[in-house]
């Protein structure tokens, strides 16, 4: 078994077969975490860069460890101390540092496309952590990972995305992903950040959060990013939290073994009361954990795709 | 072509033997594990360690190990080996460890297992127990219990089929 592409690009070039392999690669990776020692010598003598143009701390340091636990070296490429800052393109950035020996580039920038425009000019493999408003595919199968633990399929499963739905490349991904294994999604949140057209890629759609996560198995909360207020996409984080934040209250309208995800970082008291985020039907941080593992399958599984 | 060389029976007795043969060289069982390299070593292994129940009434734990991610030819394959789950049930600390292979060839994936194991901890010794030794060994790696030495040529392939996976037992040189 093996994946087709050299590249990471989007859940949307995957198949629905290429998906489960990655989660039961991922499955004998988290059993590797759970050791003493949390390394193996797989893919020494390779090289991961990771290229990020946009801010990230999860994302980067989880690509960072998964690449370090499987023995590859890894340099973390700041954009603000390089030659980007001089004018230099982002092709010739990546071209400079494939001719440095780069075997995996993990890249996320704030242009949909990116990856897309690099997995295309690079014979190095290119994983893409989040361009633009298009994908965000290790996190849409980390989401998928999780809920598989817990749920033990994804098939038929009930699943609400509630938030920024039209920003987000998370919820995307996701959307992509839990379509092609058999899940029925729902969108909740305001029309503007919900608009309606997205009803053609066979999802529902909600703005009254009730009436959304009526007998839900899963509820995704999708961070609402606060440079969009006062955009008049909703009036204030306050009125928000009124509407669409995820209370207990609203949480009781779900089925009664719903777990509650959050790709993060969270704004407490906007998208999600604290007392739900610390919850027992919390998997907010088992998310986390479970991003090492996937990261370390998709490493492992383009690896081999390469050679 | 296909020749038997173990019937279900042969396997049988080459299992007891070795059973018996592992409890002579330790002097009984005492922090004995027994470790099947995934998957053919793992069935082995579990016969082992009931074999070993049988003679000296004790239970020695049984682990399933996955060597993928130790190989020494991932930047060769063209596609990377199946990752699955290792179960160890005991701590390897300070015990004599038995890895369990259905066929000894190159010797590659012993070596691969050995790092494995070193990886959950420092063992008071690492033991071979094969069923089939087919020779054409590439690393200095050495066999301390064998069911059956077999000469063969490189390009024939051994087989050993279990009645775990709903066959009936035997060996066969293809």
């Known amino acids: 078994m093996s994946l087709k592409s050299k590249d990471l690009v989007g859940i949307k070039e995957l198949e629905s077969e290429d998906i489960e392999l990655i989660l039961d690669t991922a499955a004998g990776f988290k059993d590797v975490l759970g050791r003493d020692i949390k390394k193996v010598p797989a893919l020494r003598g390779m090289t991961t860069v990771n290229l990020f143009y946009e801010p990230s701390t999860r994302t980067r340091t989880s690509f960072e460890l998964a690449a370090k636990r499987l023995s590859t070296d890894v340099i973390n490429f700041s954009v603000s101390t390089s030659s980007v800052v001089k004018g230099e393109t982002l092709k010739d950035t990546a071209l400079t540092i494939q001719a440095l020996g780069a075997d995996f580039i993990v890249i996320r920038h704030s242009c949909s496309g990116t990856a897309h425009f690099l997995a295309n000019n690079l014979d190095a493999s290119v994983i893409n952590a989040g361009d633009g408003t298009n994908e965000h595919p290790t996190q849409a199968l980390l989401d998928l990972f999780t809920i598989r633990e817990k749920k033990g399929r994804i098939n038929e499963l009930e699943i609400a995305i509630v938030g920024d739905i039209l920003h987000s490349r998370v919820a995307k991904s996701n959307i992509y992903a839990f379509k092609k294994l058999g899940a029925k999604v729902r969108l909740i949140g305001p029309p503007t950040l919900v608009p309606d057209y997205m009803k053609e890629i066979g999802v529902d759609i909600f703005s009254d959060m009730d009436k959304g996560l009526k007998d839900v198995d899963i509820i995704m909360m999708l961070r609402i990013q606060m440079e969009r207020q006062g955009k008049g996409f909703f009036p204030t984080t306050e009125e928000y939290f009124m509407n669409w934040g995820l209370t207990a209250e609203r949480l009781s309208r779900a089925k009664k073994d719903a777990i509650v995800m959050h790709p993060g970082p969270m704004n407490r008291g906007v998208e999600i009361s604290s007392d739900v985020a610390d919850g027992r039907r919390s998997v907010i941080l088992e998310q986390v954990t479970n991003g090492l593992a996937v990261r370390m399958a998709v490493l492992y599984l383009l690896s081999g795709v390469r050679t | ?174």
């Open chain 2, 1 to 174: 072509m296909t020749k038997e060389i173990l019937d279900k029976k042969d396997v049988e007795r080459a299992i007891a033997r070795m059973a018996h043969e592992i409890i002579e060289k330790n002097k009984g069982v005492k922090s004995l594990c027994l470790v099947g390299i995934q998957r053919g070593g793992v069935h082995i292994a579990r016969r082992l360690s009931a074999k070993l129940k049988e003679i000296e009434g004790k239970n020695i734990p049984v682990g399933s190990l996955d060597i993928a991610l130790y190989r020494d030819d991932i930047n060769v394959r063209k596609e990377q080996p199946v990752v699955r789950r290792t179960e160890v049930p005991c701590e390897i600390k300070n015990k004599k460890v038995v890895l369990v292979d259905d066929v000894l060839f190159t010797g590659r994936s012993i070596r691969a297992a050995m790092d494995a194991v070193m990886d959950f901890g420092r063992p008071s010794a690492i033991q071979l127990a094969v069923l089939v030794d087919r020779g054409h060994r590439e690393l200095p790696i050495k066999a301390d219990f064998v069911g059956k030495n077999v000469p063969t040529s490189l390009t024939e392939t051994v087989k050993v089929q279990l009645e775990e996976d709903g066959l009936d037992d035997k060996v066969v040189i293809e």
